[in-house]
């Protein structure tokens, strides 16, 4: 199983461009979420996908959309990047029911805006 | 969400016992607590879930007093590869997505 995997792992954008981030994940997974970790701090949460179909904002949406493709898919959307979004982003998933839980992490794309 | 306070950075010399502490004051009752390490340029990993008492895995130590306001992960005879952030997180699983919010994390450097 190659768990979550994460592309492009890198992009440089300059202001204004769009792009999409893919995510997927091969554990049948219900739950996927995007976070953002910028430089010495600890992850935000952008969006959730607590199941397919399903998409809620996190801490930190503005900005940003989202796409829950499919149960393995989740990608996430900058329609106007801004210098702002630089950062590094991962995908994440997980199993949803139950005690307990655990995520799941990508490798992570590291994006340059300029 | 519960908010967690930890060391900002540890330093440790390779063989000992680390143990990092975390506060949680407002922890609910549904809650459960996860430890996750970062290394540079990778994603947080799943070290170790606890909901009260001990719990242990092949690579970690919980302990959880009864309170449950803190935990203390405890990593047995560390080597220059647990050199590493940690992070405590405390949520709970509702409506199919896990609450949780990441702190800045515990950044420990093993010293050979």
């Known amino acids: 199983n190659a768990g979550v995997t994460q592309t492009p792992k890198f992009q440089v954008l300059k202001t204004g461009q769009s792009m999409t981030l893919q995510c997927a994940q091969d554990?049948?997974?219900?739950?996927m979420y995007w976070y953002r970790q910028d430089p010495g701090m600890g992850l935000r949460l952008i969006y959730y996908s607590a199941s397919e179909g399903t998409t809620d904002k996190g801490e930190v949406p503005n900005g940003y959309n989202v796409s829950r493709l499919n149960k393995r898919e989740f990608s996430l959307r900058l329609e106007s990047a801004a210098p702002s979004q630089t950062s590094v982003y991962f995908c994440a998933s997980s199993h949803s029911g139950g005690d307990g839980y655990e995520q799941y992490f990508g490798p992570g794309t590291r994006l340059t805006v300029t | 969400l519960a908010k967690t306070t930890q060391p900002i950075s540890m330093d440790s010399y390779e063989g000992q016992e680390v143990n990092i502490t975390c506060s949680h004051n407002n922890i609910a009752t549904n809650d459960y607590i996860t430890w996750y390490q970062q290394f540079p340029s990778q994603g947080p990993r799943f070290i170790i879930q606890g909901y009260k008492t001990k719990v242990t895995n092949e690579v970690a130590s919980l302990f959880i007093p009864a309170d449950r306001k803190s935990s203390t992960l405890s990593l047995p005879r560390v080597s220059l590869s647990d050199t590493a952030v940690y992070y405590c997180?405390?949520?709970?699983?509702?409506?199919?997505?896990?609450?949780?919010?990441f702190g800045t994390g515990t950044k420990l450097q093993v010293i050979p």
């Open positions: 997180l405390v949520g709970v699983q509702s409506g199919g997505y896990q609450k949780v919010t």
């Open positions: 554990m049948n997974h219900n739950s």
